[in-house]
């Protein structure tokens, strides 16, 4: 499997707190991306970064902002987290032509 | 990034050789086609990407005509552990904006 970690794996927050999922990898790629999946669909876009300072937002980036201040992390920060967050996030690194690979996820719950 | 569409659900038996569709008319001429599988609770894996023609690896082949607006993934003799969902993803590095996995395939693989 390809070295990426997400942290937390779960997480569980009152609506109006700020939260800030990590992404890690050891692969040394420079495309790394922010998904969100809920219930019944696909993964959505939330943010990409395309190199270190690089990023761009994707389809469903209201409400969240990213940073990537070295290669192997990708930050994203919900600045005050609504019930409309409640989901599962997904990191994923890759390289090109949508060759990604996934993290194993984080289930963060907005009470 | 091109939109693709897929059947939202297929069943097969242990042992059948799987053939999933995935339409997409207004692929550019720069697009790649990736195919993923996703298992509840983990995040997508990546299993093929191609440009034209056939490309076949450890787990699949994928089979792309020559006009490239649609693209099979072949699955040969399926097992139970196949059971997941499948997404066709279609595009390039400078699209990634628009990056979006849509609903995907649920194959179920009966007994």
């Known amino acids: 499997d390809a070295g990426i970690t997400q942290s937390p794996r779960h997480k569980v927050t009152e609506t109006g707190t700020p939260v800030t999922l990590r992404c890690h990898q050891t692969e040394n790629h420079r495309y790394m991306y922010w998904y969100r999946q809920d219930p019944g669909h696909g993964l959505r876009l939330i943010h990409y970064?395309?190199?270190?300072?690089?990023?761009d937002k994707g389809e469903v980036s209201d409400g969240y902002s990213v940073s990537r201040s070295k290669t192997e992390d990708f930050l994203l920060t919900l600045e005050s987290a609504t019930s409309s967050q409640t989901s599962v996030y997904f990191c994923?690194?890759?390289?090109?032509?949508?060759?990604?690979?996934f993290g194993p996820g984080t289930r963060l719950t907005v009470t | 990034l091109a939109k693709t569409t897929q059947p939202i659900s297929m069943d097969s038996y242990e042992g059948q050789e799987v053939n999933i569709t995935c339409s997409h008319n207004?692929?550019?001429?720069?697009?790649?086609i990736t195919w993923y599988q996703q298992f509840p609770s983990q995040g997508p894996r990546f299993i093929i990407q191609g440009y034209k023609t056939k490309v076949t690896n450890e787990v699949a082949s994928l089979f792309i005509p020559a006009d490239r607006k649609s693209s099979t993934l072949s699955l040969p003799r399926v097992s139970l552990s196949d059971t997941a969902v499948y997404y066709c993803l279609v595009g390039d590095d400078g699209s990634a904006r628009q990056l979006t996995f849509g609903s995907g395939t649920q194959l179920t693989v009966l007994p």
């Open positions: 207004n692929i550019a001429t720069n697009d790649y």
């Open positions: 970064s395309y190199g270190v300072k690089d990023t």
């Open positions: 994923a690194i890759g390289g090109r032509r949508y060759e990604q690979y």
